[in-house]
């Protein structure tokens, strides 16, 4: 059982994709060799039923079947954040309830698409706080591209202050660079107790700029995660060009896997190039690439390969 999620959290805690079979059921199989696949990168930590994970596609049960076998092959060995978002709170404490006694270290939560006024969101989170009760970290999710919920820096400050088993910001508004930079001025004038911020901007795509803005690392996925884990150590080691070099060798399929709408299709079928997964197939509904996405894909895979020998 890997320890609970606390405010000193950092590095990179890759959201994972959820590997299904042709058919569409759940390929546990898979979903060992992808846990192994992470973990030989380099991830500190591991993020599942995120909005990549295709958690609304799954029932309850598959949902726990999931985590479990995430958590066993994991062992221990880094912690596992789960996705708890859900329309109504019954459903969120039974998942949180459950994963927790599995051995994960704390759970996710995003602002639900009907809370819109600053006091809506606030009313919301102190329910979440109910919810999930004294003992269980949280993580406060903002992402309003997928969300539609816009929270700006004052409320995040409110609902950090009145949650203290909130013990990190998954950070990915964009452009957030300006809110990710106040957050962090608010906590090291002493307004709020610091708290880890782990950025999830599509693949790392300002991971650079906002490491030195003060986040701790990078919560988000990407075919690649050895990129993220790279850059935020040459960024730890205080060598900011190599951090820069590295991401922009990776950056075109970065941007690339960042399209709207075939985004996981593209993740699911490098993994799939590289081994990772049996199959790249999206849970139904979801979309599937076309020959001329495939070329783009095997152009810019070449073209990375090219641009990181050249760095050596």
Same mark, same amino acid.
């Given at each position: 059982?890997?320890?609970?999620?606390? #405010?000193?959290?950092?590095?990179?805690?890759? %959201?994972?994709?959820?590997?299904?079979?042709?058919?569409?059921?759940?390929?546990?199989?898979?979903? $060992?060799?992808?846990? $192994?696949?992470?973990?030989?990168?380099?991830?500190?930590?591991?993020?599942?039923?995120? %909005? @990549?994970?295709?958690?609304?596609?799954?029932?309850?049960?598959?949902?726990?079947?999931?985590?479990?076998?995430?958590?066993? =092959?994991?062992?221990? =060995?880094?912690?596992?954040?789960?996705?708890?978002?859900?329309?109504?709170?019954?459903?969120?404490?039974?998942?949180?309830?459950?994963?927790?006694?599995?051995?994960?270290?704390?759970?996710?939560?995003?602002?639900?698409?009907?809370? #819109?006024?600053?006091?809506? !969101?606030?009313?919301?989170?102190?329910?979440?706080?109910?919810?999930?009760?004294?003992?269980?970290?949280?993580?406060?999710?903002?992402?309003?591209?997928?969300?539609?919920?816009?929270?700006?820096?004052?409320? %995040?400050?409110?609902?950090?202050?009145?949650?203290?088993?909130?013990?990190?910001?998954?950070?990915?508004?964009? &452009?957030?660079?300006?809110?990710?930079?106040? !957050?962090?001025?608010?906590?090291?004038?002493?307004?709020?107790?610091?708290?880890?911020?782990?950025?999830?901007?599509?693949?790392?795509?300002?991971?650079?700029?906002?490491?030195?803005?003060?986040?701790?690392?990078?919560?988000?996925?990407?075919?690649?995660?050895?990129? @993220?884990?790279?850059?935020?150590?040459?960024?730890?080691?205080?060598? @900011?060009?190599?951090?820069?070099?590295?991401?922009?060798?990776?950056?075109?399929?970065?941007?690339?896997?960042?399209?709207?709408?075939?985004?996981?299709?593209?993740?699911?079928? %490098?993994?799939?190039?590289?081994?990772? !997964?049996?199959?790249?197939?999206?849970?139904?509904?979801? &979309?599937?690439?076309?020959?001329?996405?495939?070329?783009? !894909?095997? #152009?810019?895979?070449?073209?990375?390969?090219?641009?990181?020998?050249?760095?050596?």
């Amino acid at each position: 059982m890997s320890k609970q999620l606390d #405010r000193s959290a950092k590095g990179v805690y890759l %959201i994972a994709v959820t590997p299904f079979t042709d058919s569409g059921a759940l390929d546990l199989a898979s979903t $060992d060799r992808m846990v $192994d696949f992470c973990l030989e990168k380099g991830v500190t930590g591991l993020t599942v039923l995120g %909005i @990549m994970g295709e958690a609304t596609k799954l029932t309850m049960e598959e949902s726990r079947t999931f985590v479990k076998q995430v958590l066993a =092959r994991v062992a221990g =060995r880094v912690p596992v954040v789960v996705g708890a978002s859900a329309p109504g709170f019954a459903p969120m404490r039974e998942l949180t309830q459950s994963v927790m006694e599995l051995g994960a270290a704390g759970v996710m939560v995003a602002p639900p698409a009907t809370v #819109r006024t600053d006091d809506q !969101i606030v009313a919301y989170f102190d329910m979440v706080n109910e919810t999930l009760g004294p003992d269980v970290p949280w993580v406060l999710q903002d992402h309003p591209v997928s969300t539609g919920v816009q929270m700006s820096t004052g409320v %995040i400050l409110k609902i950090l202050k009145n949650s203290p088993t909130c013990v990190m910001l998954k950070h990915e508004d964009c &452009p957030g660079l300006a809110k990710l930079s106040a !957050i962090r001025a608010a906590s090291d004038r002493g307004e709020l107790q610091r708290i880890s911020i782990l950025t999830g901007n599509g693949g790392g795509l300002f991971l650079p700029e906002e490491l030195t803005r003060g986040a701790d690392g990078a919560m988000t996925g990407f075919a690649y995660p050895e990129m @993220m884990v790279d850059v935020c150590a040459a960024h730890a080691a205080g060598d @900011m060009e190599r951090a820069h070099d590295l991401f922009d060798a990776y950056l075109p399929l970065a941007r690339y896997e960042q399209q709207a709408g075939i985004g996981l299709a593209v993740r699911k079928h %490098i993994l799939w190039q590289r081994g990772v !997964i049996a199959s790249e197939a999206v849970r139904k509904p979801g &979309p599937k690439l076309s020959a001329q996405d495939v070329a783009d !894909i095997e #152009r810019l895979t070449r073209r990375q390969a090219k641009r990181l020998a050249e760095l050596g």
